[in-house]
């Protein structure tokens, strides 16, 4: 019903930067809070970035003053922006997107598949 397709990631050296973009499609109704997330082989997945609706932001501890969310006018496409990468940012980077499918229907949450930044020398 929803799908959510992340690009942008790849290689990087220390210092570099990467910009990511989540972009969502199906059936859509509203698009409330989007995240990004970010795991680490044999890590937990952990919460990098959120914006909701109205465009306020909050960022990771680890992230905080590299990183800009961001979000486009249809709601529907978000990117995070990140600078001063380091070899420690090196994870797979999932977005998630709180979602409602029908006009008085529940929200929910979808995934999407993941885009890998390595960042290495």
């Known amino acids: 019903q929803v799908q959510l397709v992340e690009s942008g990631g790849g290689l990087v050296q220390p210092g570099g930067s990467l910009k990511l973009s989540c972009a969502a499609s199906?059936?859509?109704?509203?698009?409330?809070?989007m995240e990004w997330y970010r795991q680490a082989p044999g890590q937990q997945r952990d919460l990098v970035a959120t914006?909701?609706?109205?465009?306020?932001?909050t960022y990771a501890d680890s992230m905080k003053g590299r990183v800009t969310m961001s979000r486009d006018n249809a709601k529907t496409t978000a990117s995070l922006q990140m600078n001063s990468l380091k070899p420690e940012d090196t994870a797979v980077y999932y977005c998630r997107a709180t979602v409602r499918t029908t006009t008085s229907g529940p929200l929910y949450s979808y995934w999407g598949q993941g885009t890998q930044v390595t960042v290495s020398s």
């Open positions: 199906g059936s859509i109704i509203n698009i409330y809070n």
């Open positions: 914006i909701t609706y109205e465009g306020r932001t």
